[in-house]
């Protein structure tokens, strides 16, 4: 972490020091007060009586105890809490006992340990997250930590640290159909509504359950719907309680929310303000829905109208997709996708099985041959042996639908005769359209088949933030990664299943696979890792990762599924296949280092006519483009023709490198090098004016080796803008001059001087002006909201994490912890991913 970071954080926390809570032996700071509502959080609970509790991290390991000292001594020393064990050798990083701080709604444990480097200790800061639905109380998180620095920060989710809540029972019976809204039930966070624009006040609420209480949402407790206005002196008012269940009026599910606050309308005579929603069942609604607001607030009686499927019986829900099949068609009743297989009918389709024996087969229609008997679906071709008979009944089922042909031959081994399964999945793009004989078993068939056909949509693979990375260019679409540790091979997709193939039977729609090889290569002992159901997001520590949920059942621990985590390092290395770090707490643990995850990355003009790159050491000479023509020429859809001289805008195109007759299309603006689109980016901006705006452009180069210097072509065309796109071996690899032995460019992002995109030399040179800066600035953070919210976006740029030299931006953070963490109170803050934002808050 940077010195600025470790300044802000010993500041913020001595600020925060005064709220120190009411502590009560035998383990005080484990017994926490929450002096508003006169409730005790008892959170002894989480520390274990007969060993201490381990966090594993790729390179080392965390041992540790939240309310009492370390069962087992660190560094043969007594007083620690918190150990961090790397190669054998042990640091005390946390001292007991620790620091306790309330924050309004936020549960913080700050611990001290030894000197980490000669101008500061090792901290660790542990933030107690509600989680009703934690099942596991004996699992925190490391919420943002690189090996080597000295301040740690961990996330633990539990239901201790939840305060008092009220729920009512969820379901009903109504006309003998039943309904439950309990799929909308929040526990651990809550449903924000803004009222009018987005400064305006928001409603805050859940559902059969009280609102979350946390950093964002301190309403009063039983609160089922509470009014959050930061303009007010009582910014959280309560607009009803969770008294009782949903119920039927006038043939509308409700939830009415009563004895809220008091009503300050005169001409209201009901004391108390209330909520109704509205439930409208609605079977194509989207499956993340939320209320509408409709109106009431000048009345004391909010009325909301929410239309969502799980609104509707769970018997319309069941019998929706069979009640709206076709022949070969069926619905998905939770997303209203219908799946349309007819193209494939009256069509013979053949697999061979590893005996060469060929099976023919139809869709949802009995083969013409009669070879195998009336109504095969199936047919053994060698043994003239149905393997099922047909029909056309569709069966939906989550990730795909599937066609089970019953009644085939008799299973000498049973006496029960064979079936067929036959699965269609979306799979990659870009995946072979042939079926594939998965397994072949004395009484059962199965038949895997990648269809674009059953593609509701696929995986966006990719995170969904301002500075987003694409991994797309990693799907793959004929043969997965393999990664091959002794008598073990780890099979693997990105965001996609796996690709099918021959003997890796591991449950199909998984995007990784364990298997064990035996001496003859066989493969035994399948566990799936996974399915791609969750889009890559940025960890806490900013890097992205992928992760995998509802693999096999884990061996350590029954109740849970199998899972894998993949980390992308943002490496010029280009290392073409992951590497296996660990498996913790029924996740395996991948990292890949690849320049795919750098992302978008700020570069800059160098005169006369090179572009740098501001992470790593890239630097292309431009020039090479105009070497025999010094401007290149593109007739656009509307006549125009433009002139294009990268080099040479100054003399041929009025200052701009883009232009069409006497007007320039702008001066460059910025240089953006996005490695996940594996493309330079050229913007032109402030250009000749255009009505009421001003011309603008855009060149977008492409590395194509085989184009030579290549030529531009138009790719978008408007009014007062125009895009080019330019493939070219000028921005390819081999033409990069770098500061790296031998010209290959390398960037590490294990070193976090690197991750910031500020070089050594320039801290160096700021150094002296940052600790000035810091002091003056640090005081007006703590003093005004406003300057606070530009404060924390100015001191990303010298944040030294992954993100930084790239364009800045403000946006709502959505995660849970940001939510808790961030102070709220101020509408027009402007926040980042940055974990350094989310925790100094």
């Not at 990659?428 to 004395?442: I, K, R, V, W």
Request: glycine share 6%; with cysteine; net charge neutral.
């Amino acid at each position: 972490m940077s010195k600025l970071n470790e300044i802000l954080l010993y500041f913020l926390l001595t600020v925060i020091a005064s709220a120190t809570l009411t502590v009560i032996s035998p383990a005080p700071h484990c017994i926490v007060r929450e002096h508003d509502l006169g409730f005790v959080h008892n959170l002894t609970q989480l520390s274990s009586n007969n060993e201490d509790i381990f966090i594993e991290h790729p390179t080392e390991t965390i041992r540790m105890q939240l309310c009492f000292p370390l069962k087992k001594k660190c560094n043969n020393q007594d007083g620690y809490a918190i150990c961090l064990i790397k190669n054998g050798t042990e640091k005390g990083i946390g001292r007991f006992p620790p620091q306790v701080v309330n924050d309004t709604g936020r549960i913080l444990f700050n611990y001290t340990g030894d000197i980490c480097l000669s101008s500061s200790n090792y901290t660790v800061l542990i933030l107690m997250k509600c989680d009703y639905s934690a099942k596991d109380n004996l699992s925190p998180e490391l919420f943002s930590y690189r090996e080597g620095e000295c301040n740690l920060f961990i996330v633990w989710k539990t239901a201790f640290a939840c305060g008092p809540r009220t729920q009512t029972n969820c379901t009903i019976v109504n006309n003998n159909q039943h309904y439950d809204l309990s799929p909308l039930t929040r526990y651990s966070d809550n449903y924000v509504i803004h009222i009018g624009n987005e400064t305006s006040p928001k409603l805050v609420l859940n559902v059969c359950h009280s609102v979350i209480r946390q950093r964002g949402s301190i309403c009063p407790v039983k609160t089922g719907i509470c009014l959050d206005d930061p303009k007010r002196s009582n910014r959280y008012s309560s607009l009803g309680e969770v008294q009782e269940s949903p119920f039927f009026t006038n043939g509308r599910l409700q939830i009415e929310y009563k004895n809220g606050g008091i009503c300050s309308v005169l001409s209201i005579v009901t004391p108390h303000i209330k909520t109704t929603i509205i439930f409208i069942c609605d079977l194509e609604a989207k499956t993340e829905t939320t209320p509408e607001y409709l109106r009431g607030q000048e009345e004391c009686h909010y009325r909301l109208i929410w239309r969502t499927a799980a609104a509707c019986s769970v018997e319309a829900l069941r019998d929706y997709s069979a009640k709206t099949a076709g022949k070969c068609t069926v619905t998905n009743p939770l997303t209203n996708f219908t799946y349309n297989l007819q193209p494939l009918m009256n069509k013979d389709f053949i697999v061979t099985s590893s005996s060469d024996i060929e099976y023919k087969f139809r869709i949802c229609g009995s083969l013409t041959d009669n070879t195998c008997g009336a109504k095969t679906g199936v047919c053994d071709s060698k043994h003239n042996a149905s393997l099922g008979q047909a029909n056309a009944n569709l069966i939906w089922q989550q990730g795909g639908p599937y066609l089970n042909y019953t009644n085939g031959k008799i299973c000498s081994q049973t006496g029960m005769r064979h079936y067929t399964i036959i699965g269609f999945f979306c799979g990659p793009e870009g995946s072979t359209n042939a079926p594939f004989l998965m397994e072949d078993n004395p009484c059962q068939t199965v038949i895997h088949w990648n269809r674009d056909l059953v593609c509701e949509k696929r995986l966006k693979c990719a995170t969904d933030n301002d500075d987003e990375i694409n991994l797309t260019p990693l799907i793959q679409s004929t043969n997965n990664y393999v990664v091959k540790i002794n008598d073990t091979e780890f099979h693997i997709n990105i965001c996609r299943p796996l690709v099918p193939t021959r003997g890796l039977t591991c449950t199909h729609g998984s995007a990784a696979c364990k298997i064990s090889v035996t001496a003859q290569g066989e493969y035994t002992n399948e566990i799936s890792l996974g399915f791609p159901v969750v889009s890559p997001t940025l960890n806490k520590d900013l890097r992205t990762t992928l992760h995998y949920l509802g693999g096999s059942e884990c061996p350590d621990h029954p109740t849970k599924s199998i899972s894998s985590n993949f980390t992308f390092i943002c490496d010029d290395n280009n290392q073409k296949l992951p590497v296996y770090k660990s498996f913790v707490d029924c996740t395996y643990m991948f990292e890949w280092k690849t320049s795919i995850a750098c992302g978008a990355v700020m570069g800059s003009w160098t005169p006369p006519c090179a572009i740098k790159d501001g992470f790593l050491s890239h630097e292309y000479d431009l020039s090479l483009l105009h070497k025999n023509q010094q401007i290149h020429y593109v007739k656009g859809k509307q006549g125009k023709e433009y002139g294009i001289s990268i080099c040479g805008g100054e003399k041929y195109c009025n200052g701009s490198a883009v232009c069409h007759e006497n007007n320039g299309y702008g001066s460059l603006g910025s240089v953006i090098f996005d490695y996940s689109r594996n493309d330079i980016k050229l913007k032109y901006t402030n250009g000749s004016k255009c009505n009421n705006n001003s011309y603008s452009s855009e060149v977008r180069f492409i590395c194509d080796e085989s184009m030579g210097v290549g030529t531009p072509k138009l790719l978008l065309e408007s009014q007062c803008s125009v895009e080019f796109e330019w493939y070219t071996e000028v921005v390819c690899a081999r033409h990069a001059n770098s500061q790296n032995i031998g010209g290959t460019p390398i960037l590490s992002r294990e070193d976090s001087d690197t991750v910031k995109g500020v070089s050594s030399y320039a801290r160096t040179m700021l150094g002296v002006g940052l600790i000035v800066i810091v002091l003056f600035t640090t005081l007006l953070y703590l003093r005004h909201s406003e300057t606070r919210a530009c404060f924390r976006t100015w001191t990303n740029i010298f944040s030294f994490r992954r993100g930084a030299g790239r364009v800045q931006y403000c946006r709502v953070n959505t995660t849970e912890e940001a939510r808790l963490l961030l102070d709220v109170s101020d509408p027009t803050q402007c926040q980042t991913d940055s974990d350094d934002d989310l925790l100094h808050a």
